[in-house]
């Protein structure tokens, strides 16, 4: 059943992390695929800016199929930005996409929360298949995909969110020694967002972009933020998880342990 | 018959209108191998006439025979050049009755009109103007008259992109023009057959003649001293007071801070690439009259512009290589068969004894070779695009036998149809069964890449704390390496990145070196393999005399020597190698060059980083390496990991490891740039670099990447011999204290290789998380004490200060009202269970100290799991692991959300 009320049973929620998208598996009365941020097409777009690769489209439709095919989710749950082109559709997304959303459809029904990349996806997607630009509740998880303000629903829950495409540098003794999609977690700020009250907070799990091509800072998320959830953020909630899951930590402990420090020694 | 009467009546005339007293000793050994039709490669100094070797017999030709178009073509790498050349060519046309013109990227569209209505008899131009003939209609008709091209400055084009991306345009002309004579002008190389093939292709004979070089040269060695001032003081003291210096320095900064040492003198100007084109001018115009006495220079000096006559040659510090030597000092005593007398002011003990060695070998000979790129992927794939939009649609066989005759690709397959694969999905072209086909991205990229020198765009490093620029670094490097957070080093300086936008960085100084990523000062010119071998040879016998004159050099190099004996510092020599323990990390003192060195280090950073899961820090210079290790690694490991390296897994090694580095990178972008992957303009906010380098995995673009680092920026080679020696035992390695001569390193290239997985650094993240969590410790044996502090600060086995019992519970911060709820007088049921769970908690910390505490700081964590994890008996990393897998676990769940 979609657009499921929340109140679902709290005991049984599970969230399970899956590095090889990255995308998360949201298991709770049913079981909730999330992939965000395909950017399908995104090559003839790179092309229009100087950058020239051939299409990667039918290996990123894999990597969605294949995780699908593992984890069998009641659902697909495309979290925006399933396409590239704005405010056109190119021919390159006209001629792959039809074959892509026919070949999720075949595994699991699918749900697409629209994106700022997504103006007539809703062409290629039957009606059942489209959930509001500003979000929805779906088995008691709220799902947005992060450049609008958050439906009311969404007050008081967990929301998934993309857009940001969330990368972590990670430092050693030494030097950065990787960078990585990761998630950042926090609280929301609820009147900053219009959000009615709601007895207890709503909490924000930003999720890494599945195209492999896209990435941002998670720093810079939170310094220069540029979106309505970003600008809304508790600064002092926010976490780091990497895709698989681990605890980072809060923001500070992803940086160098003599960042701004008193200490003095020669370099 | 001398080669004089065999010229046309009205050269001969002209020769003694320009007031020549005779031939030069080049002329009369250049002229009738010209006058006879053969290709010529002739070496000789500059200022013995080499110009006119080559032009007087080619104006007999073109006196002889009229043709049409261009019938003489004289190619020069530079714009300053082509300037200087058509002045003197001009003066010789005029008198002769010929037309000379020139074509650069500075000629105006008027000039240009007017030679495609009426073409020169003579064309003067650059490689990159040349390409750009080929896609007008009318010039392209103007070369079918070509009979001469004349290739100046050839060893400097032989050993680049630019001269392989020629020697396919002499290929393209000989389409219109068929067989044409080729001259190519020289100076001294150690490798002039291989230079002659390189101009001649491997098919036709080569004539090579040679004006020897090093008879006529009058070189010394003088120490400067360690200190700026002192160097500057003693480059005023080796000026010739008759005037007419040329002080040539090795960068750009050392010749401004020269200059303005010496400014006061009057009758001294900095002469370099950066100045403007009007101040470089002015300079040359006003050293040539005799008004300034000195003009201080970089490279920009070398090649062959006139600037009259040169008493004397400094050179600042060491030349690094023999040529450059041979050529900076040739530059002196212009006047045919004068000696050329040269200094070389050495800046420290590295610098001086590599003086010696490279003015030994000046006078033996013993050059280097020209390293000309053979089979450039980027070079043939510019060429192929080239070829389309020159011809619209080609065949392929046509391509092949145009590559065919040069010597750079002399078997095009099956490089080729990679290279027409990958250009084919870049929409460069078309493939239509044997042929190719222009597109319309062909002609915009063609615009875009006339030039295969990285014409970079700079991105400006603006420092936010004095609020002003700092210096620019390439885009490329920039977009492969620097982002928010890191640290690199530019002007000795180390900068913490704060943002990256379009064409700017902004930056705040940072403190330490830790972190610290690669930087780039410019290209360095790297000591070679054998120079630096021999200045190895001369640290152990210490015969300095044999190679230095100056008492006082001598006494400096003595002392530096005896000083690392008096701290029984063991002498890095060409049979020692010796790895020091230093703050930093491990400095591998080895005498191999620094391009055997980038081998060695790259390699030995790669197997410790797979090995102990860290990233390390390379810094590199002709004699050591600096490896920045975390504080448990140290030589004996790096030792272990020498002495286990097998030198047959080298080259593999570092192909897998590379890639993960920022000169891979730095060099990836530049090179699918060339391929027309990534335009010049492109937009980099667009693209999120992380992923970059897998973008190219096994395409042709990555494959030109590792060939040119490994032609030009590593010496496999070289490298595998100093680790067979070491595996031999012919030379030992040992380990010890860091030393003078290790300590001393100017380094000039820096990387950082990160291992293959993150797992030390993810686990380093999280020891850094929960040392810094907030732990609250309280007594559940007197039940009167508590502290809040910070894990870090716990002690091993805590203790109440109340009651002395270590039946310590430690609550995170959130759960410190438990320690009330369970102190309750009286206690509900749910009380007594919370009572039960801190008593299980300080239990565990009874039993297990400070590792209790530290398990239980993880989220999720309740006393079960902790005591799970102890029960592991997990130590190190092992235990951290265990606590991030029960931290996963919980995060999963609903506790979490």
């Not at chain 1, 809060?250 to 020694?265: F, K």
Request: glycine content about 8%; aromatic content about 6%.
């Amino acid at each position: 059943m979609l657009h499921a009320p929340p109140g679902a049973d709290p005991d049984r929620m599970r969230i399970e992390f899956l590095e090889q998208g990255p995308a998360t598996l949201v298991v709770n009365r049913e079981r909730t695929l999330v992939v965000a941020d395909l950017h399908f097409g995104i090559e003839s777009d790179l092309a229009r800016h100087g950058w020239h690769f051939s299409s990667r489209s039918l290996e990123r439709l894999h990597r969605v199929t294949d995780l699908v095919d593992r984890f069998r989710p009641d659902r697909l749950l495309l979290l925006g930005d399933v396409k590239q082109s704005v405010p056109f559709t190119t021919r390159q997304e006209w001629r792959e996409l039809p074959e892509v959303l026919a070949a999720f459809r075949a595994r699991a029904p699918l749900l697409v929360v629209p994106g700022n990349h997504d103006p007539g996806i809703e062409r290629l997607l039957r009606p059942e298949e489209l959930a509001e630009r500003t979000g929805v509740v779906v088995d008691g998880v709220g799902y947005l995909h992060g450049h609008t303000l958050p439906a009311p629903c969404l007050a008081g829950l967990l929301v998934l969110v993309g857009h940001h495409h969330p990368l972590a540098a990670i430092q050693d003794e030494v030097g950065c020694a990787v960078r990585t999609p990761a998630y950042l977690v926090g609280e929301l700020d609820g009147p900053c967002l219009g959000l009615p009250p709601a007895g207890r907070p709503t909490r924000v799990l930003f999720t890494p972009a599945f195209n492999e091509l896209a990435g941002y800072d998670v720093q810079r998320i939170v310094t220069a933020p540029f979106s309505p959830v970003s600008r809304c953020l508790k600064r002092e909630t926010v976490e780091v998880l990497l895709a698989d899951g681990t605890l980072l930590g809060p923001i500070e402990a992803l940086a160098p342990p003599d960042r701004g420090g008193g200490e003095v020694s020669a370099g | 018959m001398t080669a004089l009467d065999r010229l046309d009546p009205r050269i001969r005339q002209t020769i003694a209108e320009r007031g020549f007293a005779g031939l030069s000793e080049a002329q009369e050994l250049a002229i009738p191998e010209v006058l006879a039709g053969r290709h010529l490669l002739l070496i000789a100094p500059t200022g013995t006439g080499k110009t006119e070797s080559a032009m007087l017999p080619v104006f007999h030709g073109l006196l002889s025979t009229k043709s049409a178009g261009f019938s003489a073509i004289y190619i020069t790498p530079l714009r300053a050049l082509n300037r200087d050349i058509l002045l003197r060519m001009e003066w010789w046309c005029a008198a002769l009755g010929l037309r000379a013109g020139v074509r650069h990227g500075d000629t105006t569209q008027a000039e240009r009109r007017r030679q495609a209505l009426h073409p020169p008899d003579l064309l003067i131009t650059t490689p990159e103007s040349l390409q750009a003939l080929f896609m007008g209609k009318t010039l392209k008709r103007h070369l079918t008259g070509v009979r001469y091209v004349i290739v100046d400055e050839v060893h400097e084009l032989a050993g680049s992109k630019r001269g392989a991306q020629l020697s396919v345009a002499l290929e393209r002309i000989r389409t219109y023009a068929g067989e044409f004579q080729r001259i190519g002008l020289s100076a001294t190389v150690g490798n002039p057959g291989e230079v002659g093939r390189f101009l001649c292709g491997p098919h036709r004979p080569c004539r090579v003649v040679a004006v020897p070089v090093a008879k006529s040269l009058d070189l010394s060695v003088v120490y400067a001293g360690d200190r700026f001032e002192a160097q500057a003081r003693c480059v005023e003291r080796a000026l010739d007071p008759s005037g007419s210096n040329l002080v040539f320095t090795n960068t750009r900064v050392t010749a401004e801070a020269l200059g303005h040492a010496l400014f006061r003198r009057g009758d001294i100007e900095v002469h370099h690439g950066s100045l403007s084109r009007e101040v470089r001018i002015d300079a040359e115009e006003r050293f040539k009259r005799g008004e300034l006495g000195t003009l201080i220079c970089t490279s920009s000096m070398e090649l062959g512009i006139d600037i009259g006559h040169v008493e004397h040659v400094v050179q600042f510090g060491s030349p690094r290589e023999v040529a450059r030597l041979v050529q900076r000092v040739g530059r002196a005593g212009h006047r045919l068969s004068a000696i050329s007398r040269g200094t070389i002011l050495a800046t420290g003990f590295d610098d001086l004894l590599e003086s010696g060695v490279i003015v030994r070998r000046a006078m033996a000979g013993e050059l280097e070779p020209v390293r000309i790129p053979y089979g450039a992927a980027d070079v043939l794939a510019n060429q192929v695009a080239a070829l389309a939009v020159e011809h619209g649609e080609i065949d392929l066989a046509q391509v092949r036998a145009i590559l065919g005759r040069t010597a750079v690709f002399p078997e095009p397959d099956p490089l080729l149809e990679r290279v027409v694969a990958e250009m084919a999905g870049h929409r460069l072209l078309r493939v239509e069964g044997d042929r190719l086909v222009t597109t319309a991205r062909a002609r915009r990229y063609l615009m875009g890449n006339l030039s295969m020198i990285h014409d970079e765009r700079k991105v400006q490093v603006f420092d936010l704390a004095s609020r002003r620029t700092v210096g620019t670094l390439d885009e490329s490097f920039v977009v492969g390496t620097i982002d928010p957070g890191s640290v690199f080093i530019t002007k000795g300086q180390l900068w913490r990145v704060l943002e990256v936008e379009e064409g700017r960085i902004t930056v705040e100084p940072a403190r330490r070196a830790k972190g610290e990523l690669p930087s780039w000062e410019g290209e360095q010119i790297p000591v070679p393999f054998a120079v630096a071998r021999e200045v190895g040879g001369l640290r152990r016998t210490r015969r300095i005399g044999d190679y230095i004159g100056s008492r006082r050099a001598i006494h400096y190099a003595e002392h530096v020597l005896d000083e690392m004996d008096r701290n029984r510092s063991v002498i890095p020599t060409d049979r020692t190698i010796t790895l020091e323990n230093a703050e930093e990390g491990v400095v591998c003192n080895i005498c191999a060059g620094h391009r055997a060195n980038e081998v060695i280090a790259r390699v030995l950073s790669l197997l410790l980083s797979a090995r102990y899961g860290t990233s390390v820090g390379i810094e590199i210079d002709a004699y050591r390496c600096l490896l920045r290790l975390p504080k448990s690694l140290g030589a004996a490991d790096v030792q272990e990991t020498l002495l286990s390296l097998d030198p047959a897994h080298i080259r593999g090694l570092l192909e897998i490891g590379l890639k993960r580095t920022a000169l891979y990178k730095w060099k990836l972008v530049q090179v699918a740039k060339k391929f027309g992957a990534i335009d010049p303009d492109a937009d980099y906010e667009r693209i999120s670099i992380h992923r970059l380098s897998d973008l190219f995995d096994r395409t042709v673009v990555q494959q030109e990447t590792y060939r040119e680092l490994f032609e030009e920026y590593m010496d496999v080679e070289s490298a595998v011999e100093i680790v067979s020696a070491v595996h031999a035992g012919t030379i030992e390695v040992v380990t010890t204290q860091v030393s003078l001569l290790g300590a001393s390193g100017l380094f000039s290239s820096r990387d950082l290789v990160p291992p293959e997985s993150a797992d030390t650094a993810i686990l380093a993240t999280v020891k850094r998380r929960i040392d810094d969590s907030e732990v609250v410790l309280c007594c559940m044996n007197c039940r009167r004490w508590k502290q809040k502090t910070r894990v870090s600060r716990v002690e091993e086995r805590p203790q109440c200060p109340v009651c002395s019992a270590r039946l310590i519970a430690a609550l995170k911060p959130w759960d410190e009202p438990l320690y009330a709820v369970a102190n309750r007088k009286t206690k509900s049921p749910e009380d007594r269970e919370v009572e039960k769970r801190l008593l299980r908690n300080a239990n565990i910390v009874l039993s297990s100290g400070k590792k209790a505490v530290i398990a239980l700081s993880g989220r999720g964590v309740g006393p079960e799991h902790a005591s799970r994890i102890l029960g592991t008996l997990a130590e190190g990393d092992q235990f951290y692991r265990q606590i991030l897998k029960a931290e996963r676990q919980y995060i999963q769940t609903r506790h979490f959300w």
